[in-house]
């Protein structure tokens, strides 16, 4: 049994990871901002603790943990992007890592493992395949999630292991990117996003949660590890095959224009994208469940 800390615990991702972690037997504690949202979404945690970055109550609650996962974060496509949303989207992600590592670093014993949740936005948009090592994009979301992993990176000065999960486009029939694809293909008008041409890096729910949980299990894991596919596709390559494994065609397009009227600058996010490899994360030793997108979505839509 591991003793395990998660921040953003009742988020898309997080859910799942507690209740993968709850059923399997580990003693987890909830960091949040609402107890009483974390008890009504995750019923069967170890301990609930009040969170706020800007104060100290929780600190000693790190105290002699296996791992502290951390995947807060202001959700980037939340709404449309203005000063203010791109401020909380950075302010999120930076000072609440700040405040846990800060924290660990007064603790006498100190967590063994800091996982945090990291994006592959890091690379921005690359048509040449990147992976772990690869230098991170100049624009804003790359920016974000090199600051982020550099704040996360400092725990390593406390001799705490640190694994930075640069997480892809996760693939989910409840929530996520995949929802309003799925729905626009039962009606028959499914079809890529813009050109069709970006990369679309993507990855079944359940191999992030077994990624995290073996970055978790396995000490000799550290730094980066891309949580996508061994086989990204374009969109419009995506796009056909969901709409095979739908019996549905893959005909209509969504035009460029009409993402960045809705979306303004983060339309980037969805017309851009790169060609990720989890070169790290195979060497290390992890085995995807699904290595192919059609696999994957059957296994989604057929269940």
């Excluded at 974000?144 to 486009?169: D, H, P, Q």
Aim: glycine share 8%; with cysteine.
């Amino acid at each position: 049994m591991k003793k395990i800390i998660i921040t953003g615990a009742t988020g898309f991702i997080g859910k799942r990871i507690a209740e993968e972690l709850i059923s399997r037997g580990d003693e987890v504690t909830i960091f949040t901002r609402s107890v009483k949202n974390a008890k009504q979404k995750i019923s069967n945690a170890y301990d609930y603790v009040e969170w706020n970055p800007e104060l100290n109550n929780w600190y000693k609650k790190l105290e002699d943990k296996d791992a502290v996962v951390h995947l807060a974060g202001e959700n980037v496509m939340a709404k449309r992007w203005n000063a203010e949303h791109k401020r909380n989207i950075l302010s999120s992600r930076v000072d609440g890592t700040r405040s846990l590592v800060s924290a660990i670093g007064q603790l006498k014993d100190k967590p063994k493992a800091f996982i945090s949740a990291s994006a592959i936005g890091f690379y921005g948009n690359s048509e040449s395949p990147v992976n772990e090592d690869s230098e991170p994009g100049r624009d804003f979301l790359a920016e974000v999630v090199n600051a982020w992993e550099s704040e996360a990176g400092k725990v390593e000065l406390y001799r705490v292991r640190r694994v930075s999960i640069r997480t892809g486009i996760v693939l989910d029939t409840n929530e996520g990117a995949l929802v309003p694809m799925i729905n626009q293909f039962r009606f028959f008008v499914g079809g890529p996003i813009g050109s069709g041409e970006q990369w679309f890096p993507w990855i079944h729910i359940d191999d992030v949660v077994k990624i995290f949980l073996f970055a978790i299990d396995n000490q000799i894991v550290s730094g980066a590890l891309n949580a996508s596919s061994p086989n990204p596709l374009r969109m419009k390559e995506f796009c056909k095959t969901l709409g095979r494994v739908m019996h549905r065609p893959s005909l209509f397009k969504v035009p460029a224009f009409i993402i960045k009227i809705i979306f303004g600058e983060a339309a980037d996010v969805l017309l851009n994208g790169a060609q990720v490899i989890p070169e790290k994360t195979i060497k290390a030793g992890y085995n995807f469940r699904f290595e192919t997108a059609e696999e994957a979505l059957k296994n989604l839509l057929h269940k």
